[in-house]
């Protein structure tokens, strides 16, 4: 048998990140249909605005940020970067797949924003429970990646009553009694796997919290790594695609490494140009997946790489089909609904 390829599927952009991606897409593909009705096609005018602004990363994917980047979407930090001229302009301003904080609202609508909220679904329902649960005087336990933009963003819907835990080891820390309404809610990037433990540690300590109504873990998150532990059994050794601040693609690569067993290792790769030939050295299968924020011409351009190196049979793992889908922004539908039809 000759060196093997063994993709996982599913892989990629899973719904919210189709979403927020396109939301950023819709608006630029708006702004060029203008400007060339205006017959400004080709015309350069440094004095003009940005088609848009996108706070934050839309998705952790440096190339998908870089791709709209070239289109002519401006990232920014915080929204005290934008312009006056350009918020009078009524310049959108689009709001990442990871949510934001109600300061950070507060602040667009002080300012007269024109915001288009690309929050994932998914991310925007934790939000809702939180202030749910609050309101029905509970404390949460929230666990969550600390200082990464979702926690942010859920922990600033009530700061004095979310408190963030990463570890097991983070569950003595917390001080609550009997009467204290307890629930514990966590942030969607993370899977059953990696919550389970903390989650029995807050129940042994509090055997009084609530879990939510219905599971807050992402179904692309869980999908991607139950694919990828399936991926590692027929594999010596494991490439994720993704960058390096995107949660879910990190965790991949974990998971990947504790499935291997010993057998091989995984490692991580924005895209093919980082690939080293010492990782497969003796190795005869190599598996391959990519995170929820990652194109698929960046994991077609791994395989490419790996079939230069001898790895000609291409084989999949399939676990489940996806069939999430998320609509866009309402003010931003029957923009794309015309685009659909003029191509």
């Known amino acids: 048998m000759g060196k093997s390829i063994v993709l996982a599927d599913p892989r990629g952009f899973c719904a919210g990140v189709d979403r927020a991606i396109q939301t950023v897409e819709t608006i630029l593909r708006t702004a060029r249909g203008r400007s060339a009705e205006d017959g400004l096609t080709g015309v350069a005018d440094e004095t003009a605005v940005p088609p848009v602004y996108v706070r934050r990363q839309i998705v952790h994917n440096r190339h998908v940020v870089g791709d709209l980047a070239a289109q002519g979407a401006v990232f920014v930090e915080e929204l005290d970067e934008i312009p006056e001229s350009a918020v009078k302009a009524g310049v959108p301003v689009?709001?990442?797949a990871h949510g934001v904080s109600p300061a950070v609202q507060e602040e667009a609508r002080r300012r007269g924003m024109h915001v288009v909220d690309a929050t994932c679904p998914l991310v925007s329902k934790v939000h809702r429970e939180v202030l749910r649960y609050v309101k029905e005087g509970y404390e949460i336990v929230y666990i969550g990646h600390r200082g990464h933009d979702e926690a942010v963003g859920v922990v600033g819907e009530a700061p004095d009553h979310v408190h963030l835990i990463e570890h097991v080891d983070d569950v003595s820390s917390l001080d609550f009694t009997e009467d204290?309404?307890?629930?514990?809610?966590?942030?969607?990037?993370?899977?059953?796997?990696?919550?389970?433990?903390?989650?029995?540690a807050l129940k042994t300590r509090f055997p009084w919290i609530i879990e939510p109504p219905s599971s807050d873990i992402c179904y692309a998150t869980q999908n991607r790594q139950t694919a990828v532990k399936s991926v590692a059994e027929?594999?010596?050794?494991?490439?994720?695609?993704?960058?390096?601040?995107?949660?879910?693609?990190?965790?991949?690569?974990?998971?990947?490494?504790?499935?291997?067993?010993?057998?091989?290792?995984?490692?991580?790769?924005?895209?093919?140009?980082?690939?080293?030939?010492?990782?497969?050295?003796?190795?005869?299968?190599?598996?391959?997946?990519?995170?929820?924020?990652?194109?698929?011409?960046?994991?077609?351009?791994?395989?490419?790489?790996?079939?230069a190196l001898g790895y000609d049979d291409v084989s999949y793992v399939t676990t489940t089909k996806e069939k999430m889908h998320f609509v866009l922004p309402a003010e931003l539908r029957s923009a794309a609904r015309k685009q659909d039809r003029h191509r």
Not at 180 to 200: A, G, M, N
Not at 242 to 252: D, P, T, Y
Not at 296 to 303: A, I, N, P, Q, R
């Open 180 to 200: 204290d309404r307890l629930v514990y809610l966590s942030q969607t990037t993370l899977s059953i796997d990696e919550t389970r433990d903390v989650i029995e």
């Open 234 to 307: 027929k594999s010596d050794c494991v490439v994720v695609v993704g960058s390096a601040n995107s949660s879910n693609s990190v965790r991949l690569m974990e998971v990947a490494e504790q499935a291997l067993d010993g057998r091989g290792h995984a490692h991580r790769v924005d895209d093919a140009t980082e690939l080293d030939p010492r990782w497969f050295d003796g190795v005869e299968a190599v598996g391959v997946t990519s995170g929820a924020s990652v194109p698929e011409d960046l994991v077609s351009g791994v395989v490419k790489a790996l079939e």
């Open 94 to 96: 689009v709001f990442s």
